[in-house]
């Protein structure tokens, strides 16, 4: 029988009461199963910390001897258990090393998500599904009303202009993402990057995936008008440069409100849409949906009576 409470929310963050531990805690904790290294999902401070080699390498980077006091590193499918719960990460296909969590407890299979994107994204693992009873996911952009736009269509509104452009985004995954994307669509375009995002390259390229072609910031450089340079810096450095002159300002991300005030948009998302999250759910099929991140609702609508959907 599903467990109505086999997850639930405390001051924490979300907790799994049979195993006693969480998964992602919003405030350190003793026991952390963690999907991966962004910092609304990877706290420092935890005392044991279960998750992928990346999502270790990453938080390690971020937050030094404060990363964790034990890891617990994990291949994908790789079984382990704590107190009982029996635990494997699959691939999510969000940013390196990004996981799935699955738990199975009294034979009944609870699969959480994390943030995850079904788009392909050559920076990291595809993601991969497995049927599961209850599937808890993230819904960030579940509203049938979104839909992100083809990859290749976007990046190549880069290649109509050969202004110099600052392109903002996350450092975390978005940065590497671009850089492959930019290396295949914009071939002709030279990629700079901020130094405070060449140590997350450098780690990628040591864990086996160089996101491709690129330079550190060279200030001269961008300076030469209409070269067709591409300064990748992250969101702080973009919008210190809110008055850049002769380059385009562009930041690359799923969010409209992102898009507002930017010299051209450029949806690029690293979670899933709609249809995306309707796949997951065909595949999973699970006899619940729980739901957290975002709204839950246009899935009870969608659903009506045909399929239980919780809003956690
Ligand atoms: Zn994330
Ligand atoms: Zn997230």
């Not at 049979?18 to 026991?31: E, I, K, M, N």
């Not at 993230?138 to 839909?147: C, G, L, M, R, V």
Request: with cysteine; charged share 15%; aromatic share 12%.
């Amino acid at each position: 029988m599903i467990a109505p409470d086999f997850l639930v929310f405390n001051t924490n963050g979300l907790y799994c009461r049979a195993g006693d531990f969480y998964l992602d805690p919003q405030q350190p904790v003793q026991r952390a199963v963690i999907s991966h290294a962004h910092a609304d999902h990877a706290v420092s401070g935890n005392q044991q910390v279960w998750c992928t080699r990346p999502t270790a390498a990453f938080m390690e980077h971020r937050y030094k001897k404060n990363a964790a006091s034990t890891f617990h590193i994990k291949s994908y499918r790789e079984q382990f258990t704590i107190n009982g719960v029996i635990i494997y990460f699959l691939p999510a296909g969000h940013i390196l090393g990004s996981a799935q969590i699955m738990l199975q407890h009294n034979g009944i299979r609870y699969l959480y998500t994390g943030d995850f994107k079904l788009q392909p994204d050559d920076t990291c693992e595809p993601a991969a599904f497995e049927p599961a009873d209850v599937l808890i996911t993230e819904t960030t952009f579940a509203d049938p009303q979104t839909s992100h736009p083809d990859v290749a269509q976007e990046m190549q509104k880069l290649n109509q202009h050969s202004h110099n452009i600052l392109l903002g985004a996350y450092s975390l995954g978005k940065s590497q993402r671009l850089v492959s994307l930019l290396n295949t669509h914009c071939p002709q375009r030279q990629v700079l990057v901020h130094h405070s995002i060449l140590p997350l390259h450098k780690l990628y390229e040591s864990l086996g995936y160089p996101p491709g072609q690129y330079q550190p910031y060279n200030r001269k450089l961008m300076k030469e008008p209409g070269r067709g340079y591409v300064y990748l810096v992250p969101p702080v450095t973009f919008n210190s440069y809110f008055k850049a002159k002769s380059v385009m300002r562009i930041f690359a991300s799923g969010w409209e409100h992102l898009q507002k005030q930017n010299d051209m948009a450029l949806y690029l998302s690293d979670h899933a849409d709609w249809n995306d999250i309707l796949k997951a759910i065909t595949e999973v099929s699970p006899k619940e949906v729980w739901t957290l991140h975002g709204d839950g609702r246009f899935l009870q609508q969608h659903f009506n009576s045909r399929l239980t959907i919780k809003i956690l």
